[in-house]
């Protein structure tokens, strides 16, 4: 599936207060939870409704609802979790996994240190967290760690992608929709996203 991105003058106009250095801690995580509950906004842009009948201060109508416990957000952590207030915003009843990874900062490999996700997990449709798509490993490793426990139906929701992290989910997973705030130019020699944000973990909880 090709990737979506969010064409919209308050995306671009977010990202760029997101991007700059001078930005803090307070404000970063602001922008990176509400960039996340806009992602999560077009991410269920299809999502099925059920048929419900309620009843207004004046009448009875019929009308529609959606079943919050068809879904799932997995944050990867830890820059992922920055993105869970604002999806729980949208979808408050959704259940939460976690997966834990980091990238070797060598091979640029991710390594896998925690995976705890909801029992009924395979029912669920999952949608993903995580702000930065670079490699594409970390994204393809949670994915293929999601359909290992049976899950059918995956979103994966970024901030920012790059070009070849994209290519490889969309070779690797073409069944996964991605949704991306912004596409980036490319990937530096120590596969950092240019011209990006620099390190999401790091400028969510102030650890640099
Ligand atoms: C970052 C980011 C992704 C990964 C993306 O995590 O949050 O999980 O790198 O890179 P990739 O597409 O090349 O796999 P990081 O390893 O910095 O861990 P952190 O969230 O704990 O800071
Ligand atoms: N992880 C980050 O936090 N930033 C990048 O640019 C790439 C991976």
């Known amino acids: 599936m090709k990737t979506i991105e969010l064409n919209h003058p308050l995306i671009e106009h977010k990202l760029a207060i997101l991007r700059d250095k001078k930005t803090g801690t307070k404000e970063f995580r602001e922008l990176i939870s509400e960039i996340a509950?806009?992602?999560?906004y077009e991410a269920m842009k299809n999502a099925k409704l059920d048929d419900v009948e309620i009843e207004t201060?004046?009448?009875?109508?019929?009308?529609?609802?959606?079943?919050?416990?068809?879904?799932?957000f997995v944050p990867i952590l830890r820059a992922g979790t920055g993105m869970l207030d604002g999806v729980i915003n949208v979808v408050p009843n959704a259940k939460i996994g976690h997966i834990g990874m980091y990238r070797n900062e060598t091979t640029f490999e991710p390594v896998n240190y925690y995976f705890k996700v909801p029992k009924d997990i395979e029912k669920r449709e999952v949608i993903i967290?995580?702000?930065?798509?670079?490699?594409?490993?970390?994204a393809v490793d949670a994915i293929e760690l999601l359909k290992a426990k049976g899950v059918k139906k995956i979103k994966f929701l970024s901030i920012i992608g790059a070009p070849e992290g994209i290519q490889r989910v969309e070779k690797e997973h073409p069944d996964v929709q991605v949704y991306c705030a912004h596409i980036d130019e490319y990937l530096n020699e120590t596969k950092y996203i240019v011209p990006g944000l620099g390190d999401a973990g790091d400028r969510i909880f102030g650890t640099k």
């Open 37 to 40: 509950m806009f992602l999560c």
């Open 57 to 72: 201060p004046l009448t009875k109508m019929k009308t529609k609802k959606l079943n919050e416990d068809r879904y799932a």
């Open 129 to 138: 967290l995580d702000p930065m798509l670079a490699t594409g490993g970390s």
